[in-house]
C-alpha cells in the first residue's frame, strides 16, 4: 500500500544536539511538507518542498533544516537554534502540479520530538 | 493571509447523535479539506471539496466558496468518531498548488 512513513515514533533530543527526523512516501507526490504541532493547537508549516533540490521556508522555519535529494524524501532536522523544539512533527504529501486531480494530502503518522 | 476559524472549539456527544462542524475562511479558496486526528495523533484526510457537497458513509461536507464557509456533518455519531476535525484551505498559484492553511480544530468527544 502507498503511504507515507516518518521515523522514529518518538525521539530524545539533547540540549545543543542536532537531530533528524525521516519522511518517506511512495505516493508518487511530487510535493512535500513538514508541520509542526503543539498541544491543543493547529498545523503550523516549517518547509515544504515542490519539486526535488527545491525546497521554501514556511511559517516557522527558524532553527530547522530539510533537503529534498529524491522525490521519494524530505528529512527534515532539528538543529539546536531551535530553543524550544518539544513538539509533534508531521509530514505530508500531496500532488502539487495542474489537472483535475484530487489535491488531498497524505500525512505520516509523525514524530514525538521532546528535549531531554 | 487566510484567516480559517472552526466551531465549535469543543463538542461533546452522546453516541447516536448527529452534529454539524463548521469552517469560515477569509479569502477565496480553491482547496479546502478536511481532517480527522485521532487520539494517537494520525491525521486522515476525510475529504478534498472545494465546492459543492460530498458523502461518505455517515461523513458528508458541504462547502459554499461564495460564501466561503464548509461544514462537516456527522450522523449517528461512534465513539471512535472522537478526536479533533480540522478545516485546511489553500490557493493555487501559476498552476500549483499552494500550503494548507489550518485552523485551530474542533475536539469531539462520543460517550457511549
Known amino acids: 500500500d502507498g503511504g507515507i512513513t516518518q521515523s522514529p515514533k518518538y525521539l530524545f533530543r539533547k540540549e545543543g544536539q542536532n537531530v533528524t527526523l525521516s519522511c518517506e512516501q511512495n505516493l508518487n507526490h511530487d510535493a512535500m511538507y513538514w508541520y509542526r504541532q503543539d498541544p491543543g493547537q493547529g498545523l503550523r508549516l516549517i518547509y515544504y518542498?515542490?519539486?526535488?533540490?527545491?525546497?521554501q521556508k514556511g511559517d516557522i522555519a527558524e532553527g530547522y533544516s530539510v533537503s529534498r535529494e529524491k522525490k521519494e524524501s524530505f528529512p527534515l532536522t532539528v538543529t539546536s537554534a531551535q530553543k524550544n523544539p518539544t513538539a509533534f512533527y508531521l509530514c505530508a504529501s500531496t500532488q502539487a502540479w495542474g489537472g483535475t486531480v484530487d489535491y488531498g494530502y497524505t500525512f505520516g503518522s509523525g514524530t514525538r520530538l521532546t528535549v531531554v | 493571509g487566510i484567516q480559517v476559524e472552526q466551531s465549535p472549539p469543543d463538542l461533546i456527544l452522546q453516541e447516536g447523535a448527529n452534529s454539524t462542524l463548521r469552517c469560515n475562511f477569509s479569502?477565496?479558496?480553491?482547496?479546502l479539506q478536511w481532517f480527522h486526528q485521532n487520539p494517537w495523533g494520525q491525521l486522515i484526510n476525510l475529504f478534498y471539496i472545494p465546492s459543492g457537497t460530498k458523502q461518505n458513509g455517515r461523513l458528508s461536507a458541504t462547502t459554499v466558496a461564495t460564501e466561503r464557509y464548509s461544514l462537516l456533518y456527522i450522523s449517528s455519531s461512534q465513539t471512535t468518531d472522537s478526536g479533533v476535525y480540522f478545516c485546511a484551505v489553500a490557493l493555487f498559484y501559476g498552476g500549483s498548488q499552494g500550503n494548507l492553511i489550518f485552523g485551530k480544530g474542533t475536539k469531539l468527544s462520543v460517550k457511549p
Open positions: 518542498s515542490q519539486i526535488v533540490n527545491d525546497f
Open positions: 479569502d477565496s479558496v480553491n482547496n
